[in-house]
DNA sequence: GTCTATAATCGGATAGAC
DNA sequence: GTCTATCCGATTATAGAC
């Protein structure tokens, strides 16, 4: 009987490293300012060992931004965890904040790869996000129409909470200065999740 | 009689012909992925005489965002525009917004620089954006005291305000694929802003 | 002040021994 | 599968003629 992942061999394992350490890399320099050696390093071998497992830069980061694809896609799917507009709405807020807090480096290099124009994921958001999008945007007109939350374009809705969401990766340099350089411990970053939750639900419900 | 700028002079008008091809190249590959050569080719200019002008890569980008840094400045006065607590919001989120739409490119250096942990600003955020920040809590808490405002943490609203309008100019491409392709027109967009005044200020106003 | 040519370096990718 | 040495194109920056 053949067992399953009893023990990774040592291509899964190399490859894992790799791709972490490329997060790591091009979440803090950018697509163009990371280089192989750098992530190379940062996964513990020499360059040329990452070329043998991943033969171009730009196929590493295609293979990493399908990692962090995987996580948006999971808390999107928390959109639906109910049919009422403000638990649904909540439960959506809650997961991308925590997504943001859990993977603050996936965050990152998604909102870089938005604001370069998205040439990797392009496809991604011409079909499975804008799928995701037009099904969503019937449940809030449906909510809408049915007195549970004030008029408001769906889309505008969604951009505040994508943006408001991901500043608590993006920014985290930021609020951590104007934290007392520090980063934010989980009780503040509890509390503001709450706010955040409150503010739009504030805004939007009827 | 001395003339005020009656004709730039040729430095001048070379110098802002760099500043505004460094703006939109940086705006679009990041620090790293901008090549000077792209820049001189943009501002119509041989390689050489970019440097002729600015010594350094880094040096034109710090230049860059001396500009960027001004024009945030320039919308955060607008927080001041009233003493009554929606008034100024109102105001605020309108001229951020307004910010995102003449100037995407701006913004947009400027989050990648707060995304990579803002080498070049982090003196303005230990000073000018810190007391900025610390003047502004407490008017909020003042408004808050006075039961102008629901409680919320005034850095929790600033982070939210940020994000909400950065995302028109950091996400257009986004957006502009969820809109069929195209970037929102002058209408689309002001309804947005108008929603984003109303939701934020529904969300917050006591 | 302008521009061609080039120096110097960096970084992605590969060859080839082990 | 691993790693040293290296190739080579791209890029920052400069030299020096005009």
Redesign the interface.
């Known amino acids: 009987m053949l067992e399953r992942k009893p023990r990774p061999t040592i291509r899964e394992e190399n490859e894992k490293a790799l791709l972490e350490a490329a997060e790591r890399v091009f979440a803090?320099?950018?697509?163009?300012?990371a280089t192989t050696a750098a992530i190379a390093r940062n996964a513990g071998m020499p360059k040329a060992n990452l070329h043998y497992y991943f033969a171009t830069k730009e196929g590493l980061y295609r293979a990493v931004i399908e990692r962090v694809l995987n996580a948006w896609l999971n808390a999107a799917s928390s959109f639906d965890a109910s049919e009422d507009a403000c638990e649904a709405l909540s439960a959506y807020i809650c997961a991308k904040m925590d997504l943001a807090r859990a993977m603050p480096l996936a965050s990152?290099i998604w909102?870089?790869e938005?604001?370069?124009?998205?040439p990797i994921i392009?496809d991604f958001?011409?079909t499975t996000?804008?799928q995701w999008?037009a099904k969503r945007e019937a449940a809030v007109r449906r909510w809408i129409a049915a007195g549970k939350l004030?008029p408001?374009?769906p889309?505008?809705?969604f951009?505040?909470i994508?943006?408001?969401t991901?500043?608590?990766a993006?920014?985290a340099?930021?609020?951590a200065?104007?934290?007392g350089g520090e980063p934010l411990d989980d009780a503040a970053f509890e509390?503001?999740k709450r706010?955040?939750v409150?503010?739009?639900?504030?805004?939007?419900a009827a």
Chains 1, 2 share one sequence.
């Open positions: 803090k320099h950018g697509f163009a300012g990152r909102s870089a938005i604001m370069r124009g998205a392009q958001l011409d996000l804008s999008v004030k408001i374009e889309k505008v809705l951009y505040m994508w943006a408001t991901q500043q608590y993006n920014a340099h930021e609020i200065t104007l934290n509390r503001a706010q955040v409150a503010t739009i639900l504030g805004g939007v």
